[in-house]
């Protein structure tokens, strides 16, 4: 691929699942794999009013919610982030941390964090929020829109051993749904520990399935 919008464009086929042939360099595909170790990553952020440096690694045994925003001091961006954040205890609760990304400065992150929530701010953070600067990271989730140099909308379920386990990466206009993401997060640590799968909605306390021929018709015969 020798240009930088063939690059794109690729990348986005390939989240089509439309290649065929995955490229080497592809700026997706090719960093990480469902199921398989999330790329590392380290940085400054600002957490709990102050800058500190944090890493992938400070949150090994535990589950982390790792999402992208595309830039500090814009429209839906804090309505994510502030939602995330005040629901935060939800999380940790489960034993899972959250922790927000984007490719302004730890400054600019501050001065955000400074200013009211009735002025777009976003006031007191429960969640470090991450300065990629270099883009780096970025890069390495497949999430970086080169033309503006923002991030899309990257949310990343990776769970205790540092395993990637949920990928969801929205265009920039759309933002998420923190019940559905505490749902996913709630559902694979299920399967961690029971070993049987959840079917379409399903949320706690309600019926799951054995992942097996004999096992599933207990289900189907109940739900169907």
């Known amino acids: 691929i020798s240009s930088r919008v063939t690059q794109q464009q690729t990348t986005q086929q390939c989240l089509l699942g439309s290649v065929k042939r995955i490229p ?20 400054t952020a600002v957490a ?19 999402f992208f925003y595309p830039a500090d001091f814009t429209f839906i961006c804090p ?12 999380f940790r609760k489960i034993n899972c941390e959250v922790v ?5 400065s730890h400054f600019t992150h501050l001065a955000w964090i400074n200013t009211p929530r009735k002025q777009g701010g976003l006031g007191n953070m429960n969640i470090p929020l991450l300065s990629d600067k270099t883009y780096d990271i970025a890069k390495a989730y497949g999430v970086f829109k080169e033309d503006d140099a923002v991030t899309f909308r990257g949310l990343f ?15 920039l206009p759309v933002g998420r749904n923190v019940d559905e993401v505490l749902r996913l997060v709630q559902g694979f640590q299920f399967t961690d520990k029971h070993g049987e799968v959840c079917p379409a909605n399903w ?15 207990s289900y189907f015969s109940k739900h169907n």
Do not use: H
């Not at 927000?100 to 302004?104: A, F, L, P, Q």
């Not at 379920?157 to 265009?171: E, Y």
């Open 203 to 217: 949320k706690p306390g309600s019926d799951t399935m054995k992942p097996d021929v004999k096992g599933s018709k």
């Open 157 to 171: 379920i990776i769970d205790d051993k540092g395993n990637l386990r949920q990928i969801t990466i929205n265009d």
């Open 79 to 90: 309505t994510e982030i502030i939602s995330f954040s005040d629901r935060v205890e939800e």
């Open 48 to 66: 709990n009013g102050e800058f500190k440096e944090i890493s992938s690694a400070n949150y090994r045994g535990k589950y982390l919610v790792f």
């Open 100 to 104: 927000g990304c984007s490719t302004d």
């Open 24 to 43: 080497q360099n592809c700026s997706f595909c090719g960093q990480f794999k469902l199921a398989k170790p999330a790329p590392e990553w380290s940085g």
